[in-house]
């Protein structure tokens, strides 16, 4: 078995419903002709964008052919279909993982070494689409994938950014964000559906007629947007099925008023489309801090409104009025709040336009809602002013105003027992429109309360994210409905994060297990067990990752004109930039490591383990401290780099624009890779499972999903085997964080810390003394070290001791990354869905033949 063998299908036949040709003759020229006639390129000169192209447009027609049969399908049989609502898909780089996904790699690859490429070099010249921020828009496209592989009858809903995630530059060591501008050479992975639009409202009166007991309303709107559908077909692994994304377009009624132009007023003859346009041109780049802008929520109504309009409009093609068997049909998971507008918009729907009672449509529309919540960070519990919604969707307000009136009327109800002053206290406490806590004249619109209310599903991303929902940010209605909420532990996709990204490992572990079945069915990996004791095999395993950190290597060079020693120690920390993720920390415990090193004679510096650490990370763009951070990971970096005494032993940098295709890059070639989280505030961490299945060991705290690893992780071990054996854990309980968070004022901070304080304030690195960032750690008068910095350094700094320690046991280090990955199976994203699919969804597969 080799690399082309598995990426061949093992060998097996393709099946033989596609009718396109595969063979290398075929495809190269395919190719050249899609270069002549789709891109009026040149056959006797094909750039590498214009190879690129023709090799993405030729695979195009596979992904229709199949995407058309699946959809064939679907309609015939007419199953229960997900449709999974997230204003964010983190999508990455399409060309190697449909090339691979249809099973086409040997005849692909050989067909444009003909046109003179290497395969992977121009799978670089795509860029990626990142229409997401990172965890939550990462795994809805690990979902996708999963759904699709799975044979799963399901959509994904989102909106079609103009302009995605920016791309971040490193000026001076500051971010700097660019726009991204990733559609400007077309996009063959998508298909425009020019017969696929809706209309969409905002704003005007409503307009309220009495019949009897009966209350008609009819919302006019004062502005209307047209939401065109772009199609993103989605294929599954190891199966003719084919999914579908489909992403909506904001356009104008009138594309042009000639009016206003023929009048001499050239630029408001483009007013309507630019603002119509807007709708849909940037992705709002925060993680877990929403944006109070008007325009967020506009976008958020768009694509749910749209959504569901297609939705009831394929339903009425098939059953008419019946919409007492949508449940049976059809249920939308909301990725966090941001679709949850959907709730009202459904009531509206059924009610306004198509005349059924309150009761039945809200009746159907608890019963085809689920919710995931992502965090408990309130920052990031999304608020509406009424003020904002009422102006934009009058009629929506008003149904969510009837929603919360019944919702408390029905808690008086429930709640008859408790003494009255309680009852209101807990009524007052879920209420879905309540009052600003920092400024009572202001109403707001709880979205997370309404999502609850409105979905018969509720659930967390992991366990311990999943309890604290439970005890927290959902207490109260916990209460009333204990069987509401669920547990759904995070997962990602085997095919990209490990098949695809680390094609040697992949051959490795397929050549010792002796079969690629654990692709789709990653339990087995559990097989590579006692392949962890075979000394020869280790070997073998450690070869791949030198490649890796090799090929790293390169791109560190690349990015910063540095060379760095493989043999390092590769500790790697990629993520979001923010104080709870604790990349400051990390960055104090490298400082430590180059004081211990100056402070060491000559021979003493031979025993340190040389390392080589790496941060990347994008910081919101309002957000100062992420990007003091940042500031700092680089101005320690230059100190370390250049320092003659250490940058053998020791290197820190930066890497910019960290985003799917670098992640790619770098999880197969780290040893250690850290998730630091202040316990409690990670709901769950997804990166920590593709550096588990990559055999990158961990240390991390007991937060969100890394628990879970170490439960498997121990699992594997045997019965004797504790939860944190085999990775390096330390901080303070989850538990026990309110109460630190309470006595910080007086704990006694370890002497190293107070040392490094005092050396970043007195400008060690560089000009800049990083005032604002010591301060909010350290100084309890300005700031509070809400995410207990100091409480965790000391243990911090004690596990990185142990983790040099076990470096220098080679085997034991290489044993354990064997076993990472042999009991990382549970991560894999088809298990998750799968669980989606069971406990929430009622949907069943349904393949192609
Ligand atoms: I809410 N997450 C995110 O990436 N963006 C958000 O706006 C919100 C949550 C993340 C969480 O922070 C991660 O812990 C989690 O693994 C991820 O969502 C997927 O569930």
């Not at 065109?228 to 989605?234: C, E, L």
């Not at 992420?626 to 370390?640: C, H, P, S």
């Not at 498997?712 to 004797?720: K, N, S, V």
Request: proline share 4%; glycine share 6%.
């Amino acid at each position: 078995l080799d690399v082309v063998s598995f990426r061949n299908n093992n060998g097996r036949k393709r099946a033989e419903t596609s009718k396109k040709p595969t063979d290398p003759e075929t495809v190269h020229s395919d190719v050249l002709a899609k270069v002549e006639f789709n891109s009026g390129g040149n056959r006797g000169q094909v750039t590498a964008l214009l190879a690129y192209q023709g090799l993405a447009w030729n695979l195009r027609e596979h992904l229709m052919e199949r995407m058309i049969a699946t959809q064939n399908l679907w309609r015939e049989k007419d199953p229960k279909f997900v449709y999974y609502l997230s204003a964010e898909f983190l999508m990455g780089r399409s060309l190697l993982n449909t090339i691979q996904n249809l099973e086409l790699y040997e005849p692909y690859a050989q067909a444009l070494k003909m046109l003179g490429y290497n395969l992977e070099t121009l799978a670089e010249k795509e860029r990626d689409a990142s229409l997401g921020n990172g965890g939550l828009g990462r795994l809805a496209a690990c979902f996708l994938d999963a759904m699709a592989t799975m044979n799963l009858p399901g959509w994904g809903y989102g909106i079609r950014y103009k302009y995605g995630m920016f791309k971040q530059i490193i000026k001076d060591g500051e971010q700097m964000e660019v726009p991204d501008v990733w559609l400007t050479d077309g996009n063959p992975w998508e298909v425009r559906r020019p017969d696929v639009v809706f209309p969409v409202s905002f704003g005007g009166k409503l307009k309220k007629t009495v019949t009897g007991s009966h209350e008609l309303v009819e919302w006019i709107p004062d502005e209307q947007v047209i939401a065109m559908a772009y199609d993103v077909p989605i294929p599954g692994f190891n199966t003719q099925n084919t999914g579908n994304l489909r992403l909506w377009e904001s356009l104008p009624v009138n594309e042009f008023d000639l009016d206003a132009f023929n009048k001499g007023d050239i630029l408001s003859a483009y007013n309507e489309k630019g603002r119509a346009e807007a709708i849909t041109s940037v992705l709002y780049p925060n993680d877990s801090t929403p944006e109070g802008k008007a325009l967020r929520l506009k976008q958020q109504y768009f694509f749910v409104s749209a959504s569901l309009q297609d939705v009831l409009a394929r339903f009425k093609k098939v059953h008419g009025n019946q919409f007492d068997l949508l449940p049976e049909k059809a249920c939308f998971q909301l990725n966090d709040t941001h679709p949850t507008i959907g709730i009202a918009e459904m009531v509206h729907l059924l009610v306004d336009k198509e005349g059924l009672d309150w009761e039945a449509a809200w009746g159907i529309t608890t019963k085809v809602f689920a919710f995931t919540n992502h965090t408990i960070m309130p920052e990031a519990l999304e608020k509406w002013p009424v003020k904002v919604m009422r102006e934009f969707l009058p009629r929506h307000m008003e149904i969510i105003e009837t929603i919360d009136t019944q919702w408390q009327a029905f808690l008086e109800e429930k709640l008859s027992e408790m003494p009255k002053a309680e009852k209101q206290a807990a009524i007052d406490r879920m209420a879905i429109v309540h009052p600003n806590q920092w400024n009572k004249e202001e109403m707001l619109v709880n979205m997370a309360h309404l999502a609850v209310v409105g979905s018969h599903t509720v659930n967390g991303v992991a366990q311990i994210h999943s309890d604290i929902i439970k005890s927290t940010i959902f207490k109260d209605f916990h209460g009333v409905f204990p069987l509401k909420f669920q547990n759904k532990t995070n997962g990602v996709t085997p095919r990209r994060w490990l098949v695809f990204s680390n094609t040697d490992l992949a051959t490795l572990i397929t050549e010792a297990l002796g079969t690629q079945e654990w692709m789709t069915n990653c339990k087995l990996l559990e097989g590579l067990k006692p392949f962890a004791e075979d000394a020869e095999f280790r070997k073998k395993w450690s070869a791949v990752k030198r490649k890796n950190k090799e090929r790293l290597g390169a791109k560190i060079r690349e990015l910063t004109g540095d060379d760095v020693d493989t043999s390092s120690m590769f500790d790697i920390q990629i993520k979001r930039i923010h104080e709870y993720k604790r990349q400051f920390l990390n960055v104090l415990s490298v400082i430590r490591r180059y004081n211990t090193i100056k402070a060491m004679t000559p021979e003493e510096r031979k025993s340190v383990v040389p390392r080589v650490c790496v941060i990347a990370g994008k910081a919101a763009s309002s957000y100062e401290r992420a990007k003091d951070i940042i500031r700092l990971v680089g101005a320690v970096g230059d100190t370390i780099n250049t320092d003659p005494e250490v940058r053998d032993l020791l290197r820190l940098y930066f890497l910019p624009d960290y985003n799917v295709s670098l992640a790619e890059v770098i999880i197969p070639a780290a040893d250690l890779s850290q998730h630091i989280s202040t316990a409690g505030t990670e709901a769950s961490g997804t990166s920590n499972m593709k550096f588990q299945m990559n055999g990158s060991l961990i240390l991390g705290t007991m937060d969100g999903a890394n628990i879970e690893i170490a439960e498997e992780i121990a699992a594997i071990q045997g019965p004797d085997a504790k939860v944190g054996d085999g990775l390096f854990i330390f901080g303070v309980d989850a538990k026990d964080v309110p109460k630190l968070r309470k006595e910080r004022k007086e704990f006694k901070t370890d002497p190293r810390w107070d040392e490094i304080m005092d050396m970043i304030k007195k400008g060690t690195f560089g000009n800049d003394k990083f005032e604002a960032l010591v301060d909010s750690v350290n100084d309890m008068t300005v700031g509070n070290d809400w995410f207990l910095l100091a409480n965790d350094f000391a243990t911090y700094l004690d596990v990185q001791d142990e983790v040099d320690a076990m470096w220098k046991n080679q085997d034991e280090w290489v044993r354990r990354s064997i076993l990472y990955t042999a009991s990382s199976g549970k991560f894999s994203s088809d298990r998750t869905i799968s669980q989606y699919a069971e406990e929430i969804w009622d949907v069943q597969p349904l393949a192609v033949a």
